[in-house]
């Protein structure tokens, strides 16, 4: 198993093609803005039915 891990390595993966940018812009990208816009304020509201937010960050 070891040897046939090696073998791909060296004849089917390209150097340097594991290469990403930096890992902050990679976790930006495929962010879908409008649902986090619309799902931010819903989660809020549904989270504040529950609790008694005020008192949360008063406290």
Do not use: C, H
């Amino acid at each position: 198993m070891d040897e046939a891990l090696k073998f791909l390595a060296r004849n089917y993966i390209e150097p340097g093609s594991q290469v990403q940018p930096r890992g902050s812009l990679i976790s930006m990208k495929g962010v879908s803005w409008l649902f986090v816009l619309i799902s931010t304020p819903l989660v809020v509201w549904i989270f504040s039915l529950d609790s008694d937010i005020t008192n949360i960050f008063w406290e």
